[in-house]
């Protein structure tokens, strides 16, 4: 059984992946090597046609396993780069690697399509030979998936030059927002009278405080700040959103979730029920925010007091006491994810300080060459920086379980990818209202572990509800900044069935999520992954010890099947139908029901 160091250091280490941050030659070295490679693998595409016969398909073992090797170069180069400009936004060589490493993504992307286009272009019965190969057979789901892909996209040589025009265009205006964050800042008055101006990130920890003024003062100033950069942020997303329906419209789609939904590996059929589940519950939810603003003394919540912490029981929570509780909780349940998690701490692994100058929210990301990953947040001390970091450690988990996959199958879609950092931050929330001292406690830590079902069931359906209708809006034109604040606060007040006294119509210029460019809909995932690892946690609690390996396996099967063939597999149940959301949606409601009793 692994153990953590008396003292545990809050800042990550960078150097054991490539030494000298933004100017590490190492990286250099790297990264032309990775261009060389790619450009290699060009030139050997196109000497190659579509294989005529099973026997033809063996010349292309070696592309396939060159591709893979650049596809996990790639990985570990982005995440690299996306560690530095997080822990310094200010680091401008680290922007000008972010650029260097889309531009070799880019090139990627066009090789890609070339080889998809080999897919594309076999004939059916030798596909299905090419597939059940040995040597194949393991990456078959991938692969029929990409060259099913290709086919509903344009021809090579347009995939490509739009990929090409995507750097300075699409992927431009991503990184343009990053710039637009990395100008904001919150004033903020301390208790000495002093004002000070907080990075974005810290501003944030500031709107879960218990002093409802301190609360309110700085959601004020956060409103007015992104309203300052209102304008910016509109141009931004409207720009991005326009290139991504244009792409659709010359491909020939004319549905906005199609490209999301593919990449998730999920139905309309599923998310639609998952919504409905869902929408069928929000009453119990809505109870929930209106005895809370009573037991706060108001007589309704605003936007600022949705997260904030009812009482403050437990104090502030040191790191080193957070990991340790983590570990155990962990532990109870697995073994193998408690002794991970340890090695995480132990090694590094993670970036936790407050300080100034680092990117707002949390991240865990992947370094499938150097098999490791990292772990980014701001750690303020309270149950919800701990709950992050259970969640941010459950991500790392699931990487760490496929690390001995072919590099194809690691490509599990965001919304799985949040069923393991869900179940992980389930783990700990669950354990700690149990364990919970005193009805007081409790009553703390159930709100606290409520707090996420809120998020999942209301503020990300308000984000669907926004994005979905701003890309209908935005096929007629460009919306202007009070347009697509009329439309987020129209959202918001939708999804919490008009529970809240006011509402934060710039949230969506305050959202990374809007802006970037790796995946579209950043939003419904993330319910996905909540609604899912619930369900999964119902069924842990039934099968007792056992569950962990089942567990496992269903994390290592992530990249290799769709969701709804994940699910029959692995949990006997069906997606499409309401039970196993209604299942899952029991343990969220069981929750509200014991605040409500414990709160009369």
Request: glycine share 6%; hydrophobic share 40%.
């Amino acid at each position: 059984m692994k153990q953590l160091t008396n003292t545990l250091s809050q800042a990550w280490n960078l150097e054991n992946i490539f030494p000298g941050g933004s100017s590490s030659p190492e990286f250099k070295s790297f990264l032309d090597q990775l261009e060389q490679n790619i450009a290699g693998l060009n030139i050997r595409l196109k000497e190659i046609t579509a294989p005529a016969t099973v026997e033809d398909t063996k010349s292309l073992d070696s592309i396939i396993e060159g591709i893979q090797a650049a596809e996990s170069q790639i990985i570990e180069a982005g995440s690299f780069v996306e560690c530095l400009t997080s822990e310094n936004q200010h680091d401008k060589k680290a922007v000008q690697l972010t650029t260097k490493v889309i531009t070799i993504r880019a090139s990627f992307e066009n090789l890609l399509t070339s080889f998809q286009n080999v897919l594309r272009l076999t004939e059916d019965d030798v596909w299905a030979g090419w597939m059940s190969r040995e040597e194949i057979a393991s990456i078959s789901f991938v692969l029929s998936e990409r060259r099913d892909a290709a086919r509903e996209k344009l021809a090579p040589e347009l995939e490509s030059l739009a990929a090409d025009l995507a750097i300075d265009g699409y992927h431009g205006w991503g990184q343009h927002y990053d710039t637009i964050v990395s100008k904001v800042g919150i004033p903020f008055n301390t208790k000495d009278g002093e004002t000070v101006t907080l990075s974005v990130g810290q501003a944030a920890n500031k709107l879960d405080d218990t002093d409802r003024s301190v609360r309110e003062e700085t959601f004020a100033n956060w409103e007015r700040a992104w309203e300052d950069v209102e304008d910016y942020s509109a141009d931004t997303l409207n720009r991005l959103g326009g290139f991504r329906l244009k792409l659709y419209e010359k491909r020939g789609w004319n549905d906005v979730l199609k490209e999301p939904l593919a990449i998730n590996r999920m139905s309309h059929e599923t998310l639609n029920t998952m919504w409905q589940v869902i929408e069928e519950n929000k009453s119990t939810f809505v109870s929930y925010l209106e005895r809370k603003a009573k037991l706060l003394g108001l007589e309704q919540l605003n936007w600022s007091d949705v997260d904030a912490p009812l009482n403050n029981v437990s104090g502030k929570i040191t790191y080193e006491d957070a990991a340790k509780e983590i570990v155990k909780q962990f532990r109870n349940f697995s073994p193998k994810l408690a002794d991970f998690s340890v090695d995480a701490f132990n090694n590094q692994w993670i970036e936790a300080e407050d300080r100034p100058g680092k990117r707002p929210g949390g991240f865990c990301t992947s370094l499938p060459v150097s098999k490791q990953t990292r772990i980014f947040l701001t750690f303020g001390g309270t149950v919800s920086n701990m709950s992050t970091l259970a969640h941010e450690l459950g991500h790392a988990y699931h990487q760490y379980l496929m690390d001995d996959l072919p590099a194809f199958n690691q490509d599990y879609a965001m919304n799985v990818a949040e069923t393991a950092s869900t179940f992980a931050e389930m783990i700990v929330s669950d354990a700690l209202v149990k364990n919970a001292s005193n009805d007081k406690e409790k009553i703390g830590l159930l709100a606290d572990k409520i707090q996420s079902s809120i998020s999942f069931f209301m503020n990300i359906h308000a984000r669907f509800l926004f994005e979905t209708r701003f890309y209908e809006k935005r096929k007629e034109g460009m919306l202007d900044a009070s347009e697509l604040s009329s439309l987020m606060e129209e959202a918001q007040k939708e999804a919490y069935h008009d529970a809240l006294g006011q509402y934060h119509p710039h949230f969506w210029t305050s959202k990374l999520h809007f802006y970037i460019t790796d995946v579209p809909f950043y939003n419904f995932p993330y319910t996905f992954g909540y609604m899912f690892s619930t369900g999964i946690y119902a069924l842990a609690q039934r099968e007792g010890s056992g569950f962990a390996d089942q567990y496992d396996a269903l994390l290592r099967d992530t990249g290799r099947m769709t969701v709804e063939e994940l699910a029959a597999k692995h949990l006997n149940v069906d997606l499409t139908k309401p039970d196993f959301w209604r299942d899952a949606m029991s343990l969220a409601v069981a929750d509200v029901e014991q605040f409500l009793e414990l709160t009369k």
